[in-house]
C-alpha cells in the first residue's frame, strides 16, 4: 500500500468514526468526556483528508501540509486530553495546549530546515510522544483497571513506539538499520498509524460502553440521591455477617430509623426540599459513623445502619448520638430552614435470625419509639428465654 492510499485510508477510516460517534453522541448516557474525543476525531479526519488532498496534488503541498500537520497534532493531543480528563485529569489543556505550540513551532523549524526528510522525522516523533501520553491515560489507575483498558493502554504503548521509532532510526540511522530498511520501517510506520486509530476509536466507545454497565450495576444496589447502599445492596452486606452471628464471638448490631414528620416536608416546601433534607440527613449519620459501619436506605425514610462487633447497649449509645445530631441540625433549603428529628430501633443479630426476624423486630422497635413520642431511641425486646430470668 502506497502512502497516499493510506493516508486516504486513514482520512475516510476517522471520517466513519466520526459519523458513528454522531449517532452514538445522541443516545442518552454518553460517556464523560466524549464530546472532546469526538471533535478530536473529527479534526484528525480533517488533517488526513486534507494530507490526501495534497499529496494528490489538488492543493499545493507547501500551503496544504503545514495546516494538516499542525491539525493532525492538534487532534491526536486532544484526543489524549480526552482520555485524561476520562482518567479524571479536568485541567489538561493547562498542560497539553503549551505542549501543542511548542510541538507545533518545532514542526515548522524542522520544516523549514529540511521540507522532506526532518520534516518526517518531527512527525513521526511528535505523535509518538502524543500517542503515548494518551496510553499514559489509559494506564493510570492501572490496578483497578478493565482487562479492555489494560489492552489497549499496552497496545497504544506499542504502536505509539513504532510511530516515534521511525523518527529515531531516521535520525540515528539515514541508511537504514541491518534489515530494518526506510521503506519497511515507512509501512510498519503507517500500519501503526491505521491501527492506532481503530484502537482509539472503538477502544473509547467500548470503553464508555464498559462504564455505562458499571454505573447500571451500581445503580442496582446504591440509591442515586444519597449514595448509600439501597434495600437491596444493604441486604448483600448484611448477609456475611447473620452467617457470622451463628458463631460465639462479639456481636453485631442493627439499627433502623426513619425521619419523624418526613411528609409534612414535602407537602410544605416540595420534593426538592425533601431531597435536600435526606442527603443533609444521611451525611449527618455518616458522621457519627466508623469506616466499618454501613448505612443504607431501605425505602422512603426509613433507613438502616449495620454496626459490626457492637453490643446493642452500645449501639443504642451510636443511635443517641445520632439522635442528637439530627435534632441539632437545621437544613437549609431554598424556601426554609428545616428542623429535623428522627426516631430509631436498635436490636442485635441473634444466632436464629433470618434477615426477615431481624428487620421485624428492629421495625418493631421503632415503632415503639414512634408511639412513646418519637425523636427518640427504643430498644428491641430481649429474647424470651432472657427475659424469662
Known sequence: MDSTTMVLALALGNLALCATLFFFEHAEGRPAALSPWGWARQVQAAAWLLLAIAAGGVVPEGLALPVAYALLFAGVAWEAGALWERAGKRRWRRVFVPLLVLAIVAFLLC???DEVG?????????????YLTAAAALAR???????????LAVAIALLALVVGARGALVLASPAGWGWMSNELLRQLHGGALYLLALLGGFGWLLLGRERL??????????????????????????APWMALARRPGQPTALVVFDLDGFKRINDSYGHPAGDVVLAALVEACKRQLRDSDLLGRLVGVEFAILLPRTSLQDAAMVA?????????QRVKTER????????????????????????????????AAKDAGRDRVALAAPPADVAEE
Do not use: C, H, K, Y
Open 111 to 113: 520544516w523549514w530546515i
Open 118 to 130: 526532518l520534516r518526517a522525522v518531527a512527525a513521526s516523533l511528535i505523535l509518538g510522544i502524543l
Open 141 to 151: 489507575g492501572w490496578a483497578g483497571s478493565s482487562m479492555l483498558q489494560r489492552f
Open 213 to 238: 454497565q458499571d454505573e447500571l450495576a451500581r445503580l442496582e444496589v446504591v440509591d442515586p440521591l444519597t449514595d448509600v447502599p439501597n434495600r437491596r445492596g444493604f441486604f448483600q452486606a448484611l
Open 320 to 328: 443517641e448520638r445520632m439522635r442528637a445530631a439530627i435534632a441539632a
Open 336 to 367: 426554609a430552614m428545616i428542623s429535623l428529628t428522627a426516631s430509631f430501633g436498635v436490636t442485635a443479630i441473634r444466632a436464629d435470625d433470618s434477615t426477615v426476624t431481624l428487620l421485624a423486630r428492629a421495625d418493631e422497635a421503632l415503632r
